[in-house]
Structure formats: C-alpha cells, structure tokens
C-alpha cells in the first residue's frame, strides 16, 4: 500500500496573518519587512496583491518600493507568527501523529493510517484546508503525494489556497516538466552545476545517469536522483519524538559596515550572549563554535573549531568566535553581517570530562555568574546588565538578537 503524504503551506503565512490582525490594510499591497534604519530592510513575506507587483521574497526594501510606491510595510512579529503556527499545528495532530514541521509556515503529514477512517489524502487536505480557513482565517495550498518530496512539490505548484494531487500515475506529467531548481534543496550552486551537464528540467535530472550524478555531485548526486524519480522513502517524523535541537545560532545585518576587529569583538560578544542564554534555557552544553562572514560585496565565508570542553558559558563561546575571526579573516573589505552558531550538542545534566590544565573552580564560577546574569535580563530586559566591552559603541551594540531571531526552517534530513 502506498503511503499518503500531505504538505501543508500556509499561504503568505506572516502576510496573511498580519492582514487578519489589521484590517485595515488587507485590501492594499502588504509586505513584511525588517528595519530601514538598522539595516535589515529586506521583504521577508507579502500578500497576494504585492506579488501581482513582482514583488520578491529577500529584495531590499527600497527596491519593492520602487515597484509598488503604496506598499504597506509592517514589521515582523515572530511572536504572533508562533502562535498561528501552533494552531495549524494542532489541526494537523487531529489527524495523525506523524507531523514535520519544516519552519514555521510548512508541515509533512503522513496520513496513511487515516485514510479508512476519514477518507482517502484528497479527502483528508480538504478538510484540513477548510479548518484553516474557518478556524485560523488564513489559507493554505497542500501537496498530495506517496512521498515528502512530491507533497511539497504539489503544495508549491498552484498558490494561493489550492490542493494538488501527485501519485505514481500522473507525477511525470507534473513534476519532470519542472525546472530543477523546483525541487527541494537544489540551491542556485546545484542548478549552475546540473544546468553545466545540461540538466534544466525535473524530468531530464530523472533521466540523467545516476553514475554520472554521483561523479559530479558525490553522495548528493544519489539523492538527486532519487528525488526527481520518486524514489524518497523518509519518512514524516513523529511529532512527540521528534530529534533534538542540532544547532542553536544567531546572526545580524550590522547597523553599519564594520572595519576593525573591535567592531567585530562587539557584535560576536552580543551575538554570543543570545546563542548562551538560549544554550541554558533548553539544558545544552556545546562543544563547536561555527562563525560565518559576509562582506560588503556579499562574499561570505564560515569557519568552525571544536573545543576540547563542552560549554555555555557565553565569555567561551564568545571568546571561540573572536579567535576564529582574527584568524581567518584579513580584512580585504569591511563586514556586512556576521553570524556565530554552536553544534556538536549535548545535555547539561552530562558528566562530560574535566581538563587538568583548566580551573574548574572558576568555570564553575562563570557558570553561576551567567545564571544571574540570565534571571536579571529575564526580569528586567537584556541590556539591564552588559560586559563593558558592549559600551565602548552602542551604535552596534544596541540590538538583541535573542528576542528578535529570525525562526528558519529545520534540515530535511
């Protein structure tokens, strides 16, 4: 028996939901965007009525204004976003246990233990689809298909509000007439690589030799492969067991160029501060601290160093993300954004191994320092207590990364 996958996507999901909460403005173009003035001026989602503009996802503020003069920008609000997230989710579990969500706005569904009760996967994704309307106020398109890969492909190919269907019958009438770069994971890197081979379609990536995929692509060439033939088998995840967090990070768009190592110590000491806290909030110590550049031309780079002691002091993770800076970065041209993240994850309840050459005593006393820390920013906000590096530039200081991160879809795999 086949399985019975569902993707859901709701529709221009913070768009939609900031149109719902302000009704004055439903009837107007409405983009979501960051802030001008601090330099994070990029379209993170529109309405309907803005795409009839050709207004992109990630163009620069000022570019869709010259598009649309009477865009209505409003600023994002991952909080309320959360929430409407929840309650989709919770429909979906009305359903099945196995639910995936992939970011915020996405979910895999595997109702094949369902269909009996509640009718076959076209039946199901209508259902669900009414709900959303009615009980959220918003839409969603939805993919229906006997793999994850073809259920997202179905939920992306009629937007907004539609439900499509693609089964071992019709997919290669569907699906292989799609460019390449339709299909999940296949970045602007993999499409210049399979258009190199002369690979433009879903169909012709088929039918390509898998030999010579892998040759060229390695291991990832096999995936290729078995995505635009219809051969994933992954399955949707349990949502009650779902794997633990892989990675925890956070990175920022300075509010000006940065040109010294100073400036920079500032911004990873703030950004290490909010990767920490959210280190100790879920209970994980980590042991590799990752940074990644981009300069004011947009070339960017990332680099990563294990340490020998897992941790989430934030003067160790901070002190890690400097000293991979001064060590990889030359300062060809100024920064733009720079980001620190930690992986290589493991529960603070751990035993982990102690350094003969390491005061223990004082990583202890560290520890507790940044708990108080951690109760007073809860209480009275994140800059009630700074490091005085932190006051030498308020300018680049003053942001917190920790309540305004942007939530981005979890790993496939």
Known sequence: ??????????????????????????????????????????ILAKNQIAKRYKIQTGEALWQAKQK????????????LYMRFSKMARNIYLDYTNQVEPFG????????????????????????????????????????????????????????????????????????WPLPASDLLYVGRST????TSLGVHT?????????????????????????????????????????????????????????????DVKIILYVLADS?????????????????????NELSSFTRQYTMKQYTNITSEIAQCGIALFRKHYHWGKPIRSIGISVTDLVSDTIATQTDLFTDESRREQKERLDGTVDWLKNR?????????????????????????????PVGYF
Not at 68 to 79: A, E, H, M, S
Not at 211 to 220: A, D, E, R, Y
Not at 386 to 403: C, H, I, T, W, Y
């Open 380 to 408: 009275f906000g994140s800059y009630c207590v700074q490091p005085a590096v932190l006051l030498a530039d308020r300018e680049l200081s003053g942001f917190d990364p920790k309540k305004d991160h942007t939530i981005h």
């Open 191 to 194: 499409q210049r690589k399979l």
């Open 68 to 79: 649309c003069p009477d865009l209505v920008i409003v600023p994002p609000n991952f909080q």
């Open 1 to 42: 028996m086949d399985r019975v996958i569902l993707h859901s996507d709701c529709n221009s999901f913070y768009a939609s939901v900031e149109c719902l909460h302000h009704p004055e403005i439903r009837d107007k173009p409405v983009a979501v965007g960051g802030d001008v003035e601090q330099r994070h001026g990029i």
């Open 275 to 295: 990767v920490s806290r959210r280190l100790r909030e879920q209970g994980f110590k980590a042991r590799t601290v990752c940074i990644s550049v981009r300069d």
């Open 104 to 175: 915020l706005d996405e979910a895999w569904l595997d109702v094949t233990g369902n269909t009996k009760i509640q009718g076959d996967g076209l039946s199901i994704a209508k259902e669900i689809s009414d709900r959303i309307r009615f009980e959220l106020g918003i839409t969603v398109s939805i993919g229906v298909s006997y793999n994850k890969i073809f259920a997202k492909l179905g939920s992306d190919y009629k937007k907004p509000d539609a439900i499509t269907i693609m089964s071992k019958d019709n997919f290669k009438q569907i699906v």
């Open 202 to 262: 879903i169909g012709e990536l088929a039918g390509t030799s898998q030999s010579i995929l892998h040759s060229n692509f390695g291991k990832w060439g096999d995936v290729l492969y078995s995505f635009a033939n219809g051969y994933d088998t992954s399955p949707v995840a349990d949502f009650d067991n779902r794997p633990l967090v892989k990675s925890i990070g956070n990175s920022t768009t300075t509010p000006r160029d940065l040109t010294t190592n100073d």
